[in-house]
């Protein structure tokens, strides 16, 4: 499969403890991003890389989150001490942007769905 | 605030009937259009997209949309539904020097 991978597909913690979220991107897409969805709700954004580089980050992304990307090829996204609210879909999606063009489009991978109990 | 809207929160339809599904986005500068998928359990799959040229754009599944500049938006229609279809439709906008912004979302349900 040539598309974008996530590890693991669930994932069910108790609040307080740490979580690390995998993502592969497809393998010449030179942009990551995060997205977090909650039910009846469309994503929204967390944090994007291009490359190694992270570039932005949204407010929603607390100080209990980090996402790196070391070499620029996978990613990961860790949550410290969850909270309940942290429950949610957490989606990875990976684009080719070419400048002057803007981006092609994501392509989602599978989502690490997280229950906080 | 910069936002994208779908007019509808849940649409049900019986099979064979036509669709149409309304998005609008308050961004007043150069965007590309997106219209994704996601299927029960499934992850989300892109149905089309529009980045520039001929306002009306055919994509995957007998879908379609319009981009209407005037209007800011970016409707998606198909003919006649299949229960397949049932899913749920995100708009999203990626402004030129921006990250995609998604809308809400509007669930589809097709009746057999």
């Known amino acids: 499969d040539t598309g974008v991978s996530q590890n693991p597909r669930h994932k069910i913690t108790k609040r307080g403890q740490n979580v690390t979220f995998r993502c592969d991107p497809i393998s010449e897409h030179n942009r990551l991003y995060w997205y977090r969805q909650t039910l009846g709700q469309g994503p929204e954004f967390l944090t994007y890389?291009?490359?190694?580089?992270?570039?932005?980050k949204s407010r929603l992304l607390s100080d209990r989150f980090s996402a790196e990307r070391p070499k620029g090829s996978f990613s990961t996204l860790e949550i410290q001490r969850t909270e309940q609210g942290d429950s949610a879909m957490y989606l990875c999606?990976?684009?080719?942007?070419?400048?002057?063009?803007?981006?092609?489009?994501?392509?989602f991978g599978s989502g690490t769905r997280l229950t906080v109990v | 605030a910069q936002s994208v809207s779908q007019h509808n929160h849940h649409v049900i339809l019986s099979e064979a009937a036509s669709l149409e599904l309304g998005c609008n986005y308050s961004?007043?500068?150069?965007?590309?259009l997106f219209w994704y998928v996601q299927y029960p359990g499934q992850h989300l799959q892109l149905l089309l997209k529009y980045f520039s040229g001929d306002p009306l754009v055919k994509g995957i599944k007998g879908f379609e949309a319009e981009f209407i500049k005037s209007k800011f938006s970016f409707n998606l229609r198909k003919p006649s539904v299949q229960w397949s279809d049932t899913a749920e439709y995100f708009c999203?906008?990626?402004?030129?020097?921006?990250?995609?912004?998604f809308g809400p979302g509007t669930r589809l349900s097709v009746l057999p």
């Open positions: 961004y007043g500068g150069t965007v590309n």
């Open positions: 890389f291009q490359n190694e580089a992270q570039l932005e």
């Open positions: 999606a990976s684009s080719l942007r070419e400048t002057g063009t803007g981006d092609y489009g994501y392509t």
């Open positions: 999203a906008v990626n402004p030129y020097g921006q990250n995609f912004v």
